[in-house]
Nanobody
Framework: QVQLVESGGGMVQAGDSLRLSCAAS????????MGWFRQAPGKEREFVAA???????DYAMSVKGRFAISQDKAKNTGFLQMNSLKPEDTAVYYC???????????????????WGQGTQVTVSS
């Protein structure tokens, strides 16, 4: 059974950093596009970042320059390094994986096959 499990969330103050992890079981990331999304209360789930097979990355404008997505394929784990956190970054963060055939819609939730359960990030001012 495929599972993605996020960890690393928590409560921090504005300007702090957090590193989220996404551990995969029952699968590997070697052939997957990985994405991170977030959902704040009362809002739709939105794209944060994605990384493709070649290591190319893409970010939402709201996090570009502050967040960094990466993978350790040997450990089947993905990461989202979040720096200079702001109160508006408060949300539940989800990792997702897109397996072949690739959707090529990595900025959209419909573009992914598997999702984690989410981890809460709360940033206070």
């Amino acid at each position: 059974q495929v599972q993605l499990v996020e960890s690393g969330g928590g409560m921090v103050q504005a300007g702090d950093s957090l590193r989220l992890s996404c551990a995969a079981s029952g699968r590997t990331f070697s052939n997957s596009v990985m994405g991170w999304f977030r959902q704040a209360p009362g809002k739709e789930r939105e794209f944060v970042a994605a990384i493709n097979l070649g290591g190319s990355t893409d970010y939402a404008m709201s996090v570009k320059g502050r967040f960094a997505i990466s993978q350790d394929k040997a450990k089947n784990t993905g990461f989202l390094q979040m720096n200079s956190l702001k109160p508006e970054d408060t949300a539940v963060y989800y990792c997702a994986a897109d397996d072949p055939p690739y959707s090529r819609q990595y900025r959209y939730t419909r573009g992914y096959d598997y999702w984690g359960q989410g981890t809460q990030v709360t940033v206070s001012s």
